[in-house]
């Protein structure tokens, strides 16, 4: 029986040319990469750490702070942030001797997954997204969403007022937000250079020099050859559940699970299901090719 997995008993920090990430690690077997969304006070531990022990009896699970998250260094942004991020998470593989990995990503954690396997298809040999950006796009829903809007009010004006509405768009149910989870984002937010880094990035992804020189992944989702499963809250008011269906129709080999009675963080509102359908998607048999 697997001993109980905490913070310090996962936690590793590595320089990985010259960029230092810190990362969770538990388990053996195929490798398995968990990437956290963009939110004011995320980490990987704040997003997976109750999926942690369930993926680490099977696999061997990663879950490394995105660049300028948690405790993970930001690098300079001269691509869009999607992309840096893929490249950095390809860079932390090869310090890790890992070739291809299964991929579960969050929102921004998807859409980074989605820009990997774009730029170096086998490295992410089995994809599944969470409410993920890139291949999405909203196509009814207001955009920028509600989620959104406080997002970045929150991010203009930090106060715990703001901390607790933007929770309120991410969750359907609210009695999830509780003062502890309110403090442990609000104490993670307040770290040294944390807003500041949060600003960089979500200012790199509005900077209209670093917009003209990308090709948004969702208008080569044609092209995608990576298998994906996008798992979707229907309630989700962050990246709201009809932004799925361009996708849905247009990757060759993918695959949509929605979720009701969900929001944003279907990880934590839906936590056995999502164990469940991830584990049976990123273990399944590749069919053998009819002749």
Excluded at 7 to 21: I, Q, W
Excluded at 108 to 134: D, K
């Amino acid at each position: 029986m697997m001993t109980a997995l905490t913070y310090d008993s996962t936690r590793v920090t590595k320089d990985v040319e010259g960029l230092e990430f810190a990362y969770h690690e538990a388990g053996e077997g195929e490798p398995l990469i968990l990437l956290h969304g963009s939110g004011p006070g995320v980490s990987a531990w704040a997003n997976y750490r109750y999926n942690l022990p369930v993926f680490a009896e099977r696999f061997r699970t990663i879950m490394p702070d995105l660049p300028g998250f948690g405790g993970t260094q930001l690098p300079e942004i001269d691509e869009m942030y999607f992309v840096v991020a893929a490249r950095w998470i390809a860079r932390l593989m090869d310090h890790l001797g890992i070739e291809s990995a299964g991929f579960i990503g969050n929102s921004m954690g998807g859409a980074v997954a989605a820009e990997l396997a774009a730029l170096e298809p086998g490295r992410v040999r089995r994809l599944v997204t969470m409410g993920g950006g890139g291949l999405s796009v909203a196509t009814f829903a207001p955009d920028p969403s509600e989620g959104f809007k406080r997002l970045f009010a929150f991010i203009a004006d930090p106060t715990r007022e703001g901390m607790v509405e933007w929770l309120k768009a991410m969750l359907y149910d609210h009695s999830i937000i509780t003062d502890e989870l309110v403090d442990e984002r609000m104490r993670a937010v307040a770290a040294d250079g944390a807003m500041d880094r949060a600003k960089a990035i979500f200012g790199s992804l509005l900077n209209p020099k670093l917009q003209a020189t990308y090709t948004p992944l969702w208008t080569r989702a044609a092209t995608f050859t990576t298998p994906t499963l996008m798992l979707w809250g229907r309630d989700d008011r962050m990246l709201p559940y009809d932004g799925a269906h361009f996708a849905n129709r247009m990757v060759p080999d993918i695959e949509l699970h929605t979720f009701a009675r969900c929001g944003h963080w279907v990880q934590v509102e839906r936590k056995a299901d999502f164990e469940r359908v991830a584990t049976e998607f990123l273990t399944r048999e590749t069919p053998v090719a009819q002749a």
